[in-house]
């Protein structure tokens, strides 16, 4: 009897602390719901990084931050160098154009468009962009080109090359409908004897011609010698009449402000990690499952229209030690802690499609945790003001083909044959619930990828807003790095328009170039010890990064990506050197025309605005001396907890490394 009392005692004891301890809480949450403050992504971006002061007291290390002095000299300059007459105002003939793509297709579509305007002296109606017309429900308030671009700006910035109106005339708008022009679709990179031979005898006879523009380009890269100034009118139509529309601009000069509020610099990084590349490239093997299988799917596509002349099934990590394939983010995340990168360096992730999602930039985000995009760094009001006022679309939701009825199972079975039956093929791999839930679940049910859905459609139209936002921030960051860019498609890539309008507009700014074949020989080496490499392979690293961002980087990029795609690399027509001390090489590609070291002289005043910044080169090399220092004692520490890890792991090392 006297265990049993016990007992009663202490359960009611408990149960007295269980109210005591219910009662607290409740009234904690009472009391404390007022107070709630909202999650603000910048706050915590800014209390992230310690030791924060104001932006004047950050002292940044040129190591890491500071520009590029060998190529200080170059300065933009697109403007005409000879007798370039005005554009007949009379003019009455015209091209209209239509332009299927993403982002970059369009924008280097646009410049090719205004340079075939003016070599067949035809007034260009302004380009229809599919991207947007084909989605339903795209706000009123926009027409295709003013969906992303400002349209009174790019006809007034052209008003001295290129005569622009926004329509057709009336009386022959009617003759369109009827389809009573000619119509050419240009292969990618078509001369300009293709036009003048070609187009512009249609022209003369009918007065209106279109264009279908698929791939990207319309006009070869490299023109010749004698078409210089028609290269210099690509810069200014890609560099200066295509802005964006203010909305656009305003909401990515404010992400800028965010981003630099803190007060430290930040790397901009596009992995370039799309569907269509990989499947151009045969790198499906870089994913798993599922992943792979929609990247097989797309090759296979490419195969059946002829866009790709290989065989469906390649080996991926073959294609990867050969560049061809993209570096992954973990991959770039050890890139920059080799090239000492502080883990709380700021990383803004540009590109509206990374295929493989948020999973793949898991190792990234544990490198560098201050890793931000758009959506963390701007509201959901301020996105959707972007896109403006849409009518309600019903939700993509997968419905997988209809299970056959018990009766049908049962008729099947009578109806398969003699027995006895072979044995059933062994059973695929399982397909897992998330497998059926997103936009890829087709893959499961069906051989066969659906058409797309209008709300498909719109996001589609959706990513030529966020690539636009991410272009700007790109185009602004004290560093920006590649993941994948000059791939030799022949496409126009994000990446590509980037490091060009950098090169053009700060030849000197930080802009990585990295050769994937060398950096896949390189994690090769110490593919077993990632995260804890030798101090030879860091150099090493360091030696290639560095090489990427001078001279040397600058010139491999322009033997691979000029034949391709002119505004990745404007040099020598778009841009003059101010006279320095060292005299560049002049480096010729394979048709000899030059392709670096061989711009003009800048204007005088070009030349006083730059002996005004050159006071402070002294205090500079003074703070360079430091960097060096305080990068020395980097290196010293990263051996000492490279061999520290080795031993705490009890492997073999050699203390002669």
Known sequence: MAVNSKLKWVALFVLALSLVSLVAHLSMTKFSSVNLAQYNA??????????????????????????????????????????????????????????????????????DLVTISRLLNATLVIPEI?????????????KSFTYI?????????LKNDVNIVKTLPEHLKHARKRRKFPIFKPRNSASPNFYVKEVLSKLKKDKVVG?????????????????????????????????????IQILGLRI??????????????????????????????LYQDVHTELIQ??????????????????????????????????????????????????????????????????????????????????????????VG??????????????????????????????????????????IYQHEKEGWYAWITETDKEPDPSPMDLR??????IWDALDYIVSVEADAFVPGFSNDGSGWPDFSGLVIGQRLYERASSRTYRPDRKKIAALFNITRDDMYHPKRNWTLSVKEHLNRSLSEDGLIRQSLLSKPKYFLSHPLPECSCRIPSVEIPKQIKGKDGRILYGGEEECPKWMHSARARGATDVDKELAEDYDDAVEQLESDVTDVTSSLTSLIDHDEEWDPND
Not at 149 to 157: K, R
Not at 216 to 232: A, D, K, N, T, V
């Open 389 to 430: 006022p849409e009518a309600p679309l019903p939700a993509d939701i997968f419905r997988p083909p209809l299970q056959n009825s018990e009766q049908q199972v049962i008729d099947e079975w009578k109806k398969a044959g003699p027995r006895p039956r072979p044995l059933p093929p062994p059973p695929d791999r399982p």
């Open 211 to 247: 264009l279908i523009i698929t791939d990207g380009g319309c006009l070869q890269s490299i023109l010749p010698p004698s078409m210089s100034e028609f290269q210099r009118l690509r810069c200014r139509v890609g560099f200066h009449a295509l802005q964006f529309r203010p909305e």
């Open 130 to 142: 599919q991207q947007s017309t084909r989605s339903k429900g795209i706000s009123y308030k926009f």
């Open 297 to 386: 799917y797309r090759r296979a596509q490419l195969i059946k229209q002829g866009i790709i002349n290989d065989e469906l099934r390649v080996e991926s990590h073959m294609r990867r030690e050969n560049g061809s394939c993209p570096l992954m983010p973990e991959e770039v995340g050890l890139l920059l802690r080799a090239m000492a990168y502080p883990s709380q360096t700021i990383i803004y992730l540009a590109g509206s499609e990374t295929f493989g999602g948020q999973r793949l930039l898991i190792p990234l985000r544990a490198l560098f945790p201050n890793l931000v995009d758009r959506t963390t760094l701007c509201s959901k009001t301020e996105l959707f003001d972007l």
């Open 149 to 157: 671009y400002d349209e009174e700006e790019f006809i007034l910035s």
């Open 256 to 285: 800028l402000e965010r981003l630099r509020a803190s007060g430290q610099p930040f790397i901009a990084y596009h992995p370039g990690l799309v569907r269509d590349t990989l499947a151009y490239h045969g790198c499906a093997e």
């Open 459 to 464: 996001k589609q139209a959706h990513r030529l």
């Open 42 to 111: 910048n706050e915590a971006l800014i209390h992230a990084i310690p030791n924060i002061g104001s932006p004047l007291e950050v002292k940044r290390n040129k190591r890491l931050w500071g520009e590029l002095r060998s190529l200080e000299s170059l300065q933009p300059y697109a403007n005409p160098r000879s007798s370039y007459p005005a554009p007949d105002e009379n003019s009455d003939s015209f091209i209209y154009a239509k332009i299927f793509g993403g982002f970059e297709k369009i924008r280097s579509s646009i410049s």
